[in-house]
């Protein structure tokens, strides 16, 4: 019996000792405490009803708990380390490690004699009457110990005012006639609570519709509600809005755009010199050197002379001017003609535009850290040579030279670890508008789409395997349609490739998977590519913000109208070469729950498919997925994840790289979810699952088991692990350590820590 209790004892330690700890450091603090005080450690509010049927708002509690003040000294497991550090550093010999703590972490101390408990009842009761909550009851009451004290509000909450009627009181004027108007759009209806924060909404409502009406120098604060309870004995009141009796005259009355004048290269050093000036559709365009063409820059402009005012009007037109990419900045001026009178029905702005550019020649040396999907990462140097303006059209034409060497890291087997060589050149040109044979208008207002001409050749030694060569070129067009929508659309791309120097492994797995050999000799890729993307992780004042992705690609299809006879193998070829046939797509969906500015809940799903037809047995190998890797399973390594239940002989891997290039699918799901925490300063923590893999449409007997059948769910590699992140203003290092608990070959789950994969990457995982 000794020895169980002993061994008991044992597997207690440490967390007696945490114990321990916690009660010597709270015993540390309170000795610090003067006699005559009591350390204040929080309030807490029960909150009620008069009437048992009410029912409060949820967020009632939370705004009433905002209120409580002072706000405690801060604990961590239970000990105040910023008060103790505040204490130790007061000694007559500090120390200075206790006052570098203190200057850290040190917080002084808050005690009850600083709770002013009749200023907090009475924010409290203020707090409910801006809610609609009239003659309610507050009490408080103070709870004392040895050394420490609380507060304990009790809130009884009377019935709420709520509105009987909504009526504007107005007479025949033009700005009345407008708000009249608005109310059909009203945030105010009959039954409502009476509540503030209600008003102030309708009030900004009202003033973003009279101002995108024209009325330049309206104001919410013009807007002034009544309430009327006199006619009502219970709680019921009738709600009147009116404008304030010393509302100007200039705010009654809406405006118009009158000369309109764009500042096409404007710079405060040139500013002084004389200017060309030139008229285009009743815009003037003043520039030097005849900088940008007027037609060209007109379709930018949203104004019109004798067009009614409208700030949505005026952001459009800024946004669609610094997106063309030759201007740093875009401003617009509005300039009353003169001060309205009584009587007068519309008044008049004259507006300029101010456009300063940006260097018409830019050259730029950029040196890279590369992560990528297939654990490769490596520096690389990439110079780019920028020509904006290149046609006085807002063209842009940027070529860029890239030399890289990368390292394949975490791989499995002694020869897993390969490197490679990469050099590119590419070449971009832009046009900020649309190229078509004819003239397309489908209400783009936000931003004007832009056509993008792509041409690159890339070199790529991939050591003990291959070498490559490749020729991209594209013709397509991107545009913003909000803030949060994207789109690219690539009619027309091309994309030719060509195997040289394969090494003897590489030649053997070729030449024991067809499949995987047909991937990789249809060198010609032609076809359609549309990618759709909605993002709102970018708006901070979301709470919890989506995105979404969809792509869709398809190949081959055009060049089978115009191809040659078929060739032994039965493929098809245009001007001697094979090329791919097959259709592609796939979505992206992210939620990032945001508990606040550096805590969040990040969750994940991904599925696509390919499917190749006609001309091919299988996708190109660059189009196929895999699973596994810094930015998918990342308890699996690169590719060793699938197809399905596939398992390489293990032998063979232990030999190459190449025993395991051909784990890739034509469908692949993923699944994750990640809890992401701050740590300190700039290093990150985060916590988290994954689940996924790839599977064949098509049954391949290299590749047993790869095939997806019903019971694909039970062949899903899942793995869990955590994560440290450093994050140094959005360059970010990632280190994260899993290990998987399924794996898609075995049935039962498995926490298996024998060998946890550490991936090393770049940016976040999605």
């Not at 379709?299 to 005026?314: A, G, H, V």
């Not at 926490?751 to 090393?760: E, G, H, M, Q, T």
Request: proline share 4%.
């Amino acid at each position: 019996m000794k020895q169980k209790t002993d061994k008991t004892l044992k597997n207690y330690k440490p967390l007696i000792g945490l114990l321990l700890m916690v009660c010597l450091h709270s015993c540390g603090v309170r000795k610090y405490i003067p006699e005559d005080e009591y350390l204040y450690t929080g309030a807490e509010i029960e909150l009620g009803t008069k009437n048992d049927s009410l029912k409060l708002p949820g967020f009632i509690n939370d705004e009433l708990e905002e209120l409580l003040r002072p706000i405690p000294n801060s604990k961590f497991l239970g000990m105040r380390l910023g008060l103790r550090s505040h204490y130790r550093a007061q000694r007559e010999n500090a120390g200075f490690i206790n006052k570098f703590f203190n200057k850290k972490i040190g917080e002084k101390p808050v005690y009850v004699s600083d709770v002013n408990t009749q200023k907090t009842e009475e924010l409290i009761d203020n707090r409910l009457e801006n809610r609609g909550f009239y003659r309610n009851v507050i009490s408080s009451s103070l709870t004392k110990n040895k050394h420490t004290a609380s507060v304990d509000y009790k809130v009884q909450v009377n019935e709420p005012y709520r509105i009987a009627s909504y009526n504007l009181l107005q007479d025949s004027t033009i700005v009345y006639q407008h708000i009249d108007t608005s109310l059909s759009e009203s945030l105010i209806s009959t039954g409502e609570r009476f509540d503030l924060d209600l008003f102030k909404s309708e009030r900004e409502r009202i003033d973003s519709y009279m101002k995108a009406k024209g009325f330049y120098n309206f104001n919410d604060d013009f807007l002034l509600f009544q309430a009327d309870t006199n006619q009502y004995k219970g709680k019921k009141l009738d709600l009147y809005l009116k404008l304030k009796d010393e509302t100007p005259y200039a705010s009654k009355i809406p405006y118009k755009l009158n000369l309109i004048k764009v500042h096409a290269n404007y710079s405060v050093d040139t500013k002084s010199e004389v200017a060309d000036t030139i008229q285009y559709q009743g815009i003037t365009y003043i520039q030097h050197d005849d900088f940008f063409r007027p037609d060209r820059l007109a379709p930018f402009i949203l104004f019109e002379k004798d067009q009614y005012y409208n700030p949505t009007t005026s952001k459009y037109t800024t946004n669609r001017l610094s997106k063309i990419g030759v201007y740093k900045y875009a401003s617009i001026r509005y300039d009353e003609i003169k001060a309205p009178i009584e009587g007068d029905s519309v008044a008049l702005l004259n507006a300029s535009i101010f456009l300063s550019p940006l260097n018409k020649h830019a050259l730029r040396a950029e040196l890279q850290a590369n992560s990528k999907s297939n654990n490769f990462v490596g520096p690389a140097l990439a110079l780019t040579y920028t020509n904006r303006n290149l046609f006085r059209g807002g063209e842009i034409l940027s070529t860029t030279a890239r030399f890289g060497f990368e390292q394949q890291i975490g791989g499995e087997g002694e020869g897993s670890s390969s490197r490679s060589l990469q050099l590119g050149l590419k070449t971009d040109l832009i046009f900020p508008r649309i190229l078509f044979p004819f003239k397309l208008d489908f209400g783009f207002d936000y931003e004007v789409p832009k056509t993008r001409i792509s041409t690159a050749i890339e070199y790529l030694n991939r050591q003990d395997l291959y070498r490559s060569i490749s020729l991209l070129a594209g013709f397509g067009y991107t545009w913003n349609a909000n803030k949060y929508v994207y789109h690219e659309l690539v009619p027309i791309g091309f994309n030719y490739s060509s195997l040289s120097n394969t090494s003897q492994a590489f030649e053997e797995l070729l030449a024991s998977n067809p499949y995987l050999r047909n991937s990789f000799e249809q060198k010609f890729i032609a076809g359609l590519n549309y990618g759709f993307v909605y993002n709102e992780v970018n708006d901070l004042e979301k709470k919890a913000p989506i995105y979404f992705a969809a792509n869709f690609e398809m190949a081959g299809n055009a060049l089978s109208l115009f191809s040659g006879d078929a060739g032994e193998n039965g493929a098809e070829k245009i001007l001697g070469m094979e090329y791919a046939q097959f259709i592609r797509t796939d979505v992206d969906f992210r939620v990032q729950y945001r508990f606040d500015a550096n805590q969040a809940l990040v969750a994940r799903l991904f599925g696509g498919i390919g499917y190749a037809y006609g001309n091919s047995i299988s996708m190109p190998y660059s189009k196929q997925y895999y699973a596994g890797g810094p930015f998918s399973v990342r308890a699996f390594r690169i590719r060793s994840l699938g197809p399905g239940t596939y398992q390489p002989d293990a032998d063979n891997r232990e030999l190459n790289t190449a025993s395991y290039i051909d784990q890739t699918g034509d469908i692949r799901l993923e699944a994750n979810l990640e809890y992401r925490f701050p740590i300190m300063s700039f290093v990150r923590g985060a916590l988290f699952a994954d689940a996924g893999n790839v599977w064949l449409i098509k049954s391949n007997p290299a590749l047993v088991g790869g095939e997806i059948s019903s019971g694909f769910m039970k062949e899903l590699g899942v793995g869990v692990g955590a994560g440290l992140r450093v994050d140094v203003q959005g360059f970010v290092i990632r280190f994260d350590l899993a290990a998987p608990i399924h794996k898609p070959y075995e049935d039962r789950y498995n926490f298996d820590l024998s060998k946890p994969i550490l991936n090393f990457a770049f940016g976040y995982p999605f």
